[in-house]
């Protein structure tokens, strides 16, 4: 396991050098998913290789991680496996950024430094799905409610709306 020392780095640098960042990260002392974590397990692992595309820095590996949130229907504890798979281009200006090859995803980098444990944060992040919820079959609310209206009573649905709307018109 590598230090704090070893999260901020210069990016272009490790291109040049072809480095590998793999490091087991302590979730809790993230910034931001601390916040949407439930408790329970938090692993998050990340295995990325820094390189040369020509002149262009890139970085590319894999983030797994097993987070504990809240199911969105049920409010338990859910587990999710988030493995997302890392294609950086590492780059010094929006300008550069729009030039990337569209299978990169681009990350600018303005100074000398930058902190990979907030990178694979956010990789984790946009991994998520927006309204995270069990497998219906999993979770302790039922739906009994059909997602779609019943073919043989096509107007149930709005008979239910009015009887909401009360009795105004
Ligand atoms: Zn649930």
Redesign the pocket.
């Known amino acids: 396991m590598l230090g704090d020392s070893h999260k901020v780095v210069n990016p272009f640098e490790w291109g040049e050098k072809g480095r590998l960042f793999e490091a087991c990260l302590n979730v809790a002392e993230m910034r931001r998913l601390p916040a949407i974590a439930a408790g329970g397990e938090q692993r998050c692992c990340a295995r990325i290789q820094f390189g040369k595309a020509g002149e262009l820095v890139t970085a590319v590996g894999q983030v797994c991680a097993v987070l504990t949130v809240l ?1 969105q ?2 409010l ?1 504890p ?1 587990q999710l496996d988030l493995r997302p798979a890392v294609h950086w281009g590492i780059v010094t200006s929006e300008a550069a950024a729009e030039r990337l090859q569209a299978e990169l995803e681009p990350v600018i980098v303005t100074g000398q430094r930058a902190n990979l444990a907030e990178w694979v944060e956010d990789e984790l992040i946009l991994a998520m799905p927006v309204v995270p ?2 497998q219906p079959a999993e ?3 039922t739906l009994t409610t059909p997602a779609v209206p019943d073919v043989d009573h096509p107007f149930a649905v709005l008979k239910s709306l009015v009887k909401n709307k009360g009795p105004s018109r």
């Open positions: 199911c229907r049920c338990e859910l919820m069990h979770c302790a609310v």
